[in-house]
């Protein structure tokens, strides 16, 4: 075996030790091949949580003992998106696989090894400042973890990028991990009817739990049909939390006039789509997308664990398995085969 080796934390860096880590769809991606353009070897992990170890100089936003939740987002605090709270859109952190400085602090025989976001899947890593925010103590690390991914971008994909508000009609495509939290999001701020739409009847159980109102299972006969009952006319919002084209073409569809369509999952590379524009004219329709919830990490984290807390968003309902590191490829075939809502691996 070769050894990985881990180099201390450089300026504005910061070492964490890791106690769990989400399993998410998007590094199932990076280990098929199609999640486009990340180099190798690199090592996965883009949700976790853990306790800083060690901090870099100029750090002063985090101390040594914070509990953190990582972010896969690294931001810079100055650019024009940042200034406008648009963090996640931040372009100076540097290509994909590196840290913002352009290098590795891991390496594979000397060799660089490339950090797959914070890199999670790992007992330590080394991320920007930006990349772990304190939150409070007294919320268990292992489900804190999914606050890093799942929660943030299903949550955010309703509460900070669609509109929805109290009484909006709301439909989620896919009710993995990001769909069920769209859900969350949505029972949170009072959206009803909400409607979660999946293939699997577990995942539906699980969408009626979290605050669904109605579950539709998406391959049974007349589903537009259903979904037009519930929300006669279409949706204000619909969101759509898997990348399987289908499932856009049913959930823009679904967008009633004046509604919102907000693309969250990721389509595989090269996917093309169409559409007859004539529905986004003369209904004022509106396609949009979200990348991990338009979350801003440092406000938003402390806030959904203060939430998660307080027993209005519901983690552990979403882990359906617990796994050790050495069971990560275990792991990741229950993720493809639709067994999990969420996994987690707990160091
Ligand atoms: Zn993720
Ligand atoms: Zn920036």
Redesign the pocket.
């Known amino acids: 075996m070769l050894p990985v080796t881990l180099d201390p934390p450089g300026p504005n860096e910061v070492l964490v030790r890791m106690v769990a880590s ?1 399993i ?4 199932l991606h990076a280990m098929n091949g199609t999640h486009g353009g990340m180099p190798t070897p690199l090592v996965l992990g ?2 976790g949580a853990g306790v800083v170890e060690q901090i870099g100089a100029g750090v002063d936003e985090v101390a040594v003992g914070d509990h953190v939740v990582l972010s ?1 987002a690294p931001n810079c605090g100055s650019c024009r998106f940042c200034v406008v709270g648009r963090p996640v859109l931040c372009n100076r952190m540097g290509p994909a696989g590196f840290l913002p400085d352009g290098t590795t602090r891991l390496h594979l025989d000397g060799q660089p090894l490339h950090h797959f ?1 914070p890199a999670t899947y790992a007992e330590f890593t080394v991320v920007h400042a930006s990349a772990a925010i304190p939150i409070r103590r007294d919320l268990p690390l292992d489900i804190a973890a999914m606050i ?3 929660v943030a ?1 299903g949550v955010g994909a309703v509460v900070n990028t669609s509109g929805a508000g109290l009484g909006s009609s709301v439909a989620v495509f896919g009710c993995g ?2 769909g069920l939290n769209a859900i969350q999001g949505a029972s949170l701020i009072g959206a009803h009817p909400i409607v979660g739409i999946d293939l699997v009847d577990a995942r539906l159980e699980l969408a009626d739990r979290l605050g669904a109102t109605e579950v539709v299972n998406g391959s049974g006969p007349d589903v537009a049909a259903r979904l037009n009952e519930v929300a006669p006319g279409g949706f204000d919002v619909t969101i759509l939390a898997v990348g399987a084209m289908a499932a856009f073409e049913r959930a823009w569809e679904s967008t009633g006039p004046g509604g919102t369509c907000v693309v969250v999952g990721r389509t595989p590379d090269g996917e093309r789509t169409s559409f007859n524009p004539q529905t986004i004219h003369t209904g004022e329709k509106r396609l949009v997308g979200s990348i991990y919830g338009s979350v801003r990490p440092a406000v938003d984290f402390p806030k959904l664990a203060d939430l998660a807390f307080e027993g209005r968003l519901q983690l552990e309902d979403l882990v359906t398995q617990r796994f050790r590191i050495d069971q990560v490829n275990e792991a990741f075939a229950a993720l493809a085969a639709g067994d999990l809502a969420r996994g987690l691996i707990v160091f």
């Not at 998410?24 to 590094?27: E, G, I, L, W």
């Open positions: 989400g998410c769809h998007s590094c883009d949700e896969w976001g890093g991914c799942a971008t991990g990001v």
